[in-house]
């Protein structure tokens, strides 16, 4: 019989260059290839699984759901979806949920919405500033926000009047800004393009600018937001409210989910028949989301999250002044890069092979962002396994 790779690489376009790892099973932060080689995971299918895996009680939550139903198409109501927005809503500045089912619909979504702002303030109000390495997601929308050539220069042409912006750079938006400006759409962390924190002040500057100017501001929270950084939204941590905020990969624990949470006018602008989705706020997926958002909530999660990142990030700050290697380490709760002196691929690879499972984000900087419930134990063994390759 064909090994998983052969018929992969035989059947499934060619759009990813994978690691020769194919998973069999997990279990909390660890999971097993098909050769059951046992893996730390503190990639966690890049800031999505968490809870990790095997969460008793999302899984008694999708199962239950299940024998009910396990689609409902939005022309009718489905308990779960509310019940989710309601948490959502609750436990931030937000005043609506839209739901769909990745990353890239939030950002397409927030971009409809500031275009219809636009709208209201003038017919050609229809620029959108984004900024320069920035990361949100994959359809033409998402990546015309994207700030990245690399992602873009095969599918031109892509929407008009989006522009870009220095991140952490206030004057470089307030330049760009003009009265046909109806959004500004940012990462308060960049996650893709290497995990830089926003200032808080930038973060400020920019609420600031479009308050005076009537422009709607949008958080890509989609990697940094659902806890990654200690709070459950991520604007939490800056303290700066946008008008909305797109959320996706962690928010069902490995079940497909995307969200755009809204206040103010960004929570009403869109109405029936300007946005829908088929599989948006799929009642199976909602079961998951609401018990992660439960337990980050009320388990303790968050705490973990503060606690843990907090060691983590000390840790790796020890093994920097011991390694020549180590440039820079950064990042914000459980999302922490670290900048090396080298190309990141073979140190990758060195990892996977002593059994850590982490990435890269961009050329040379190693990204870890594990399920929300890793501890201190499973920091020491990533250190562990750093000190052999990096000292
Ligand atoms: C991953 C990511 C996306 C895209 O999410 P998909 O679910 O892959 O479409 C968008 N924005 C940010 C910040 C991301 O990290």
Request: glycine residues 8%; hydrophobic residues 40%.
């Amino acid at each position: 019989m064909e090994n998983t790779k052969t018929l992969s690489d035989k059947y499934i376009m060619n759009t990813y260059s994978r690691f020769d790892i194919a998973f069999s099973k997990g279990e909390g932060v660890y999971v097993y290839d098909e050769e059951n080689k046992k893996y730390l995971d503190f990639t966690a299918g890049i800031a999505v699984n968490s809870l990790g895996y095997q969460d008793k009680d999302c899984i008694n939550a999708i199962i239950e759901q299940l024998n009910k139903f396990n689609h409902c198409s939005n022309l009718y109501y489905s308990r779960p979806q509310a019940e989710v927005a309601k948490l959502l809503v609750e436990n931030s500045c937000f005043e609506k949920v839209f739901f769909c089912n990745s990353g890239a619909e939030a950002s397409e979504t927030m971009i409809k919405i500031a275009r219809k702002f636009g709208k209201t303030k003038n017919e050609n109000c229809s620029k959108i500033i984004a900024m320069k390495n920035s990361f949100h997601g994959r359809t033409t929308g998402a990546i015309t926000l994207t700030g990245q050539t690399k992602y873009q220069k095969s599918f031109m042409p892509l929407l008009p009047d989006i522009v870009y912006a220095e991140f952490n750079n206030l004057e470089s938006v307030k330049e760009l800004i003009d009265d046909n400006t109806c959004g500004i759409i940012l990462e308060p962390v960049q996650g893709e393009g290497g995990l830089y924190p926003a200032d808080i002040e930038f973060l400020k500057g920019v609420r600031k600018l479009c308050d005076e100017n009537n422009i709607l501001l949008g958080f890509d929270e989609v990697q940094c937001g659902i806890g990654r950084l200690g709070k459950l939204f991520a604007y939490q941590h800056f303290n700066v409210e946008p008008d909305m905020a797109g959320l996706a990969k962690g928010l069902a624990n490995g079940l497909p989910i995307g969200a755009v949470a809204a206040k103010g006018v960004a929570a009403t602008i869109l109405t029936a028949g300007d946005h829908a989705s088929t599989f948006g706020g799929n009642p199976v997926s909602c079961s998951s989301a609401k018990v992660v958002l439960n337990k980050l909530l009320n388990e303790g999660v968050l705490d973990n999250v503060c606690e843990t990142g907090k060691y983590f990030k000390e840790e790796l700050l020890k093994l920097k002044e011991k390694s020549t290697l180590i440039k820079d380490i950064r990042g914000l709760g459980l999302m922490i890069g670290v900048e090396l002196t080298i190309s990141v691929k073979e140190i990758v690879q060195k990892c996977n092979q002593k059994g850590l499972l982490v990435i890269s984000a961009g050329a040379n900087i190693l990204r870890f962002v594990p399920p929300l419930i890793v501890t201190k134990e499973h920091v020491r063994e990533v250190i562990k396994i750093l000190e052999q390759i990096l000292l």
